[in-house]
């Protein structure tokens, strides 16, 4: 039986003189790459030379937008109205959008970064307020988004195309969500192990919880963070792997109908 599943990585998350990740390495091995859009990271010149780079290389973009939150990095939870939720997503939709035209890229999916990401997973008002600012802006795009969450019953309902995203570096909960960063065995760190729970998502359509239980996952699309200190071995030994067990990689346009 052939599979089918995208890899994306969370790119252009420098800033300034701050150099994150190995983007220029990562992401000709992806197929599809979410942009950080200048609130959570990013800035200007980097918005410009990430999709240079993704236009020569011929994958996939898309945004990432997260909380105004350069310092934290995106990854404190902000409380934050749904009109202004909306608003953030809007403005950095825009400002990404700016740059893809500029190359001839068209957008193909957004994906929320950090605590936005999380907090929408379980928060249905913040949910549905970004799925109906990105189906505003465009209800052709993708929404990138864990598959047991309250974003992907948004997104559905807005009217959008779901893509259900898993994490090669990252461990989950008995009830499908992620484990929070501060929790010990949150991240996952040893290449093999999660070369072995991607292909156990993927075929299997299940994951180990952190307790030790098999639970239900669905696989359209794997995120390697682009800042982790393992990504370029985690990117290059999942290409690997997966040939040999006869996983094919596409981006999220040609897996989600």
Known sequence: MAYLVDLNSDLGESFGAYRIGQDQDIIPLITSANVACGYHAGDPLVMEKTCQMVKESGIAMGAHPGFPDLIGFGRRNLQVSPSEAAAYITYQLGALEAFTRHHGITLQHVKPHGALYNMAAKDKALATAIAQAVARYDDKLI????GASEMALAGQAAGLKIAKEV???????????????????????????????????????????IDGKDIPIQADSICVHGDGAKALAFVQNIRTSFSQQGIELAPLSKIIS
């Open 167 to 209: 994490f090669a570096d990252r461990a989950y909960e008995n009830d499908g969500s992620l484990v929070t960063r501060s929790k010990e065995g949150a991240m996952i760190t040893d290449e093999n192990l999660a070369i072995d729970r991607l292909i156990q998502m993927i075929t299997k359509g299940t994951v180990q919880s």
């Open 143 to 146: 929404l990138l988004c864990p």
